[in-house]
């Protein structure tokens, strides 16, 4: 499986199933404004082409993102080569959810490497009903409407 390297970011929060990469790619207005709020920002503000795609192009908040410096400076491309893990970086995660992706995502990168990874994550982010891609955090199917449990 060949996989875009700019939608994986060294935290492990897979970008291929974010919720800001979504809206982006869907250009979809109705969806931003749903996403807005969450996140404290106007509807416009939430673009992003994947945390590794040049800096002009990453969301804000991930544009100074802790963990992306601290992996960069230390010449891994993930906290998955890094033997630290889980550090204050990870342990202080602001947001809960991310937190426990974070820390089922990093020790399975690790042990399958990261093509096998991606896989995973790209199968983990579809309905289990009607096989719809989810992104991270969605509580209900867009397409069949059926709740999912996918973080």
Not at 37 to 56: F, N, R, S, T
Not at 126 to 132: F, S, T
């Amino acid at each position: 499986m060949e996989y875009d390297s700019t939608l994986v970011p060294p935290c492990g929060l897979y970008c291929g199933v974010c919720a800001i990469r979504v809206a982006t790619i869907s250009d979809s207005d109705k969806f931003r404004e749903r996403l807005a709020p969450i996140y404290g920002v106007k509807p416009e503000d939430l673009h992003c082409e994947g945390c590794m795609a040049p800096i002009e192009k990453v969301w804000m908040y991930c544009q100074a993102c802790p963990i992306k410096s601290c992996t960069g400076d230390r010449g891994y491309k993930g906290c998955h080569q890094c033997d630290d893990f889980p550090c204050k970086l990870i342990e202080d995660f602001p947001i809960p959810v991310g937190k426990k992706v974070i820390m089922r995502a990093i020790p399975r990168w690790r042990e399958v490497g990261t093509e096998a990874w991606v896989a995973e994550e790209e199968e983990r982010y579809k309905c289990p009903e009607c096989g719809a891609p989810l992104f991270r955090g969605a509580k209900r199917c867009h397409a069949c409407k059926e709740p999912v449990d996918v973080d």
